[in-house]
């Protein structure tokens, strides 16, 4: 028996130790594998650290990019600003020769009507153009002699205010 017994033994020892090979060749397949991976990994890890670089100078582009066109738009309203004053002031002025014309071109009618009206009212600018020329600088009303002729702009307005009365 102690043949059969140490066969049996030796079977049992050549099964364990093919278990055992059979059991490394998996393990020395899987470590191959896994360092495989680690190269895919590694390589993965590269490729992804160029892109974050990419990626936050793109960033720092777009912020100088926005920075610039922030700071054109400022000079562009800053530019809108002083001609929408310049424009206002023309408005303002525009507002106060159209009144000295409207009140030259009444007492133009007015002395045609009554020709001992004396003259210098007529240069005397209303009320309400005052209370809008007194924030603006004033210009002096323009006298023109009574010997010039009028022109062509006083010649249709005095036609167009002598149609309306």
Known sequence: MSEWAAIILDAILIVVVGVGIFQAIRLISQLRDLRASRA????????????????????????????????????????????????????????????????SASNVLQTDKKPQAPAKEASKPTAPVEKRAANKPASPPAEKPDASPPSRAEQELLQALQKLS
């Open 40 to 103: 895919e990994m590694e390589r993965f890890v590269r490729d992804f650290n160029n892109a974050v670089l990419r990626a936050e100078a793109g960033i720092k582009m777009l912020r100088a990019a926005a920075r610039e066109s922030g700071d054109d738009l400022e000079k562009l309203v800053q530019k809108a600003g002083m001609v929408r004053d310049e424009l206002n002031f023309i408005v303002d002025s525009a507002d106060g020769v159209a009144e000295r014309l409207s009140a």
